[in-house]
């Protein structure tokens, strides 16, 4: 029987990059009914709201979604449409994991790295205040529910997956109450999991030993902003936003996505990796028990990059995103 699972293609290269991934999946024999859903732009272009009403009763239904990237609009506009996803849904944890791929271009080759994110809260709550003309303000939440959760999501993600390792990521020298919440929860439920280490960085620290010898890393816990910013960093660690996967998981709903946004210095021209979504698109397959088709396609991958003649632009290499997925597809068809 198919798989229902809500597609959202997103702007940008979102198009570009989703149809890809389809054409993968297709090719490792997952049968999969996409719904096709707007958010962002196009849902407001369209319907006069960023996340319309459809859209999430569609992930509400399907219970699963796959989503391409949502561009927000700097400084004006409507509140991030991925945000209000993760509110709604109730998507508080933000998985990425960032590892290195040989044949890609990268600072290091044995980074191996988990990065989970709070995902509902911190400065992206959106509480903004012009106090009066050139005074602003903007308020950081920190609960200690949230906090409670996220650490025990990234210590019980650490068994299943059998890390040994997790650092909480923090400025709780500065913010005091917000940040010492934070690490004031993930020291108590620490203490539930005497398995795993548990250690705390400042996040200064961190980015500075982070770039210097990013295998020193297992887990990094972090809160919403330092979580946006850290994963960017350690992208850049593994050859770039073109190929670290995300999702966005909480108690009853999952949305896979990349950690890279619209690109729009890109968008429409063939040019984006699709890398990013299809590892993305695994996260999912591995969700939905799709466990042998998402070795597959991995394993295509990795025999596709190490042959370090089929990149794409942002990797060193000429390759259009239908081309490279013209590659892909030919090594999954070749392991049918
Ligand atoms: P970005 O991630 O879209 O792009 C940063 C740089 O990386 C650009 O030079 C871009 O060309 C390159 N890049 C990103 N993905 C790539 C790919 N798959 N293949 C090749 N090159 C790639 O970040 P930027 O420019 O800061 O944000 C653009 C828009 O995306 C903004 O409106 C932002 O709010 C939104 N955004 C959305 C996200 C989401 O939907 N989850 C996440 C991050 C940003």
């Excluded at 200690?144 to 993600?157: G, L, Q, V």
């Excluded at 500075?208 to 990013?214: A, I, R, S, Y």
């Excluded at 850049?236 to 998981?249: I, R």
Aim: hydrophobic share 45%; proline share 4%.
């Amino acid at each position: 029987m198919a798989h229902k699972v809500t597609l959202i293609p997103g702007d940008g290269i979102g198009p570009e990059i989703t149809e890809s991934v389809i054409r993968v999946i297709e090719a490792a024999g997952v049968d999969i009914e996409w719904d096709k859903q707007l958010a962002g732009i196009p849902a407001v272009q369209e319907y006069g709201v960023s996340v319309p009403d459809a859209c999430l009763d569609s992930i509400r239904e399907n219970k699963i979604a796959l989503k391409g990237p949502l561009t927000t609009l700097v400084g004006k506009g409507f509140r991030s449409a991925n945000v209000t996803l993760r509110k709604q849904l109730d998507l508080y944890a933000n998985l990425r994991p960032v590892k290195s791929i040989g044949g890609v271009p990268s600072r290091f080759d044995k980074v191996d790295l988990v990065i989970v994110r709070e995902n509902t809260e911190d400065l992206y709550s959106g509480i903004e205040n012009l106090i009066s003309p050139g005074v602003t303000q903007a308020i950081k939440v920190v609960t200690e529910t949230a906090s409670n959760n996220i650490a025990r999501f990234a210590f019980e993600y650490a068994r299943k997956n059998n890390r040994k390792k997790i650092t909480l990521v923090h400025k709780a020298n500065i913010m005091k109450i917000s940040d010492g919440l934070f690490l004031d929860s993930f020291e108590k439920v620490a203490k539930n999991y005497p398995d795993i280490i548990a250690e705390d960085k400042i996040v200064d620290a961190l980015c500075m030993n982070l770039v210097m010898d990013p295998t020193k890393f297992d887990i990094l816990l972090l809160g919403n902003m330092f979580g946006d910013i850290v994963s960017d960093l350690a992208a850049g660690l593994v050859g770039g936003l073109g190929v670290v996967p995300g999702a966005n998981l909480g108690e009853k709903y999952a949305v896979f996505e990349a950690v890279h946004g619209s690109a729009p210095d890109i968008a429409g021209k063939n040019l984006a990796n699709p890398t990013a979504l299809i590892f993305s698109a695994l996260m999912m397959l591995r969700h939905l028990g799709e466990d042998a088709a998402a070795n597959k396609i991995w394993k295509s991958i990795v025999v596709t990059l190490a042959m370090g003649h089929h990149l794409t632009k942002d990797l060193g290499g000429t390759l259009s995103t239908s081309e490279f997925t013209d590659e892909l597809v030919k090594e999954i068809e070749s392991r049918s």
